[in-house]
DNA sequence: TTTTAATCAGACAATATTATCTGATTATAA
DNA sequence: TTATAATCAGATAATATTGTCTGATTAAAA
C-alpha cells in the first residue's frame, strides 16, 4: 500500500524523474521507462498521457516519439505533480475523519498534524526535480531487475 | 480519500474514542456508536472486533451487551489503535515508491521525508486517549445529523 | 506511398478497499 | 424457559484503485 500518495502519483514522480535524467527535451518511449522503472507500460502511460495534459511534460507522437521534460527541472517541483494526479486533498483534510471539525476547538492532534501538513508542504514545494538528478540516478540506473525483491525502509 | 489512514483506521480511532468519552468500562452497543458517528454500523461493528481480538477495547456478548475501553484512556495510544488497524507500513517505505532504495544516498526527499515519519510516529505515541476527551468531546457531540454536510480543514 | 513505431482514447478486467447481509452464538431479563 | 438484544463469523456486494486490451491516430523512415 502507497503511504500518502496514491500509486499513479509515485509512478508519476518516478516516471517524471527518469525523463529528467535523460535530460530536457530528450525524447523517450513509454516502453523505455516502463522497463525501466518495471511499472506496468500501460499504466504508465496513462499517468503521462494526464501529466502531457497538464503541460508538465511533452509528447510527441508517431515513430521516433516519446515523452520529454517540456521545461527546465529546476522549474518542476514534486508539487506540481502531486498536485496533478492527486490534487490538494491532503492539504485539507482532518486526519482523524472527522468531517465537520472546525478546528476551531482543536483536538491534540490537530496542532501537530497541520504542522507536519505543512512542513510537507513546504517541501514539495521546494523540491525541484533538478535537485534529485544526481542522488536518485543512481538508484534508478539500479532498478532493473530488481525491483521486485528487496525492500528498505526511507526512515534513517 | 483518506489521506494517511485507512478508513477503517480512521473510523477505528472515532469509534474507541467515542468509547473513552462514555468513560471506562461502560458498555456501548454498537447501534449506538454507528448511529452517531455515522459510520455504517455492520462496519465500524467489524473494526470495533477487531480491536477487541487485539485487547484495545473489550466486548459483552448478549442482551445488554456492547463495547467498551477495557483499560485506562491515559494507556491507550492512538499508535496502539493506528498499528492494530493499518499495521506499521508507513513508517517503514520510500515516499517516493522506490521499492528497492536503501536510503544510503538520500535523495533530497529522503532526509525531510524521514523527520516527518518520526515526527508522526512520536505523536501518535505521545497522544494517549484521555488527552482528546475534553476537546473532542465538543465534536463527537454535534455530530450526529450533520455529518455529510460540512466539510472543513484542519490545516490552520 | 507504404510500413513501422509511437501516443492517445476509451473500454474492459483485476484487485483492494469499503460496506452489507445472513445467521449463529451468547447472555440478560421477562 | 423463552423472548430479546447484543456480539461475532463468514459470505457477499458495491465502489475505488490499479492494471490491461483494442484500435484509432500520428509521424518518421524505408
Ligand atoms: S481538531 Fe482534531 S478532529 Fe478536528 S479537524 Fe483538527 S485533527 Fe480533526
Ligand atoms: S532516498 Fe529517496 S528514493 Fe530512496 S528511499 Fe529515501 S525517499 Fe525513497
New interface residues.
Given amino acids: 500500500?502507497?503511504?500518502?500518495?496514491s500509486?499513479k502519483c509515485?509512478?508519476g514522480?518516478?516516471g517524471v524523474l527518469y525523463l529528467a535524467l535523460k535530460g530536457i527535451g530528450t525524447v523517450t518511449p513509454v516502453e523505455e521507462i516502463a522497463e525501466h522503472l518495471q511499472i506496468p507500460r500501460e499504466f504508465i502511460s496513462k499517468i503521462l498521457q494526464e501529466l502531457t495534459s497538464k503541460k508538465i511534460i511533452g509528447s510527441k507522437k508517431g515513430k521516433n516519439g516519446g515523452f520529454f521534460l517540456a521545461k527546465s527541472p529546476a522549474k518542476i517541483k514534486?508539487y506540481d505533480i502531486v498536485i496533478a494526479i492527486d490534487g490538494d486533498?491532503?492539504?485539507?483534510?482532518?486526519?482523524?475523519?472527522?468531517?465537520?471539525?472546525?478546528?476551531d476547538?482543536?483536538?491534540?492532534?490537530?496542532d501537530?498534524?497541520?504542522?507536519?501538513?505543512?512542513?510537507?508542504y513546504a517541501?514539495l514545494n521546494a523540491?525541484t526535480l533538478d535537485?534529485?538528478k544526481d542522488?536518485?540516478s543512481?538508484?534508478i540506473q539500479?532498478?532493473g531487475a530488481?525491483?521486485?525483491?528487496?525492500?528498505?525502509?526511507?526512515?534513517?
Avoid at 90 to 99: A, S, T, W
Fill in positions: 500500500m502507497a503511504i500518502i500518495f500509486k509515485e509512478y514522480i518516478q514534486l486533498a491532503i492539504f485539507g483534510q482532518c486526519v482523524l475523519g472527522f468531517p465537520n471539525c472546525s478546528g476547538y482543536p483536538c491534540p492532534v490537530h501537530n498534524w497541520s504542522k507536519l501538513i505543512k512542513e510537507t517541501m523540491q535537485q534529485f542522488k536518485v543512481l538508484k539500479n532498478l530488481k525491483k521486485k525483491n528487496v525492500k528498505v525502509r526511507p526512515a534513517n
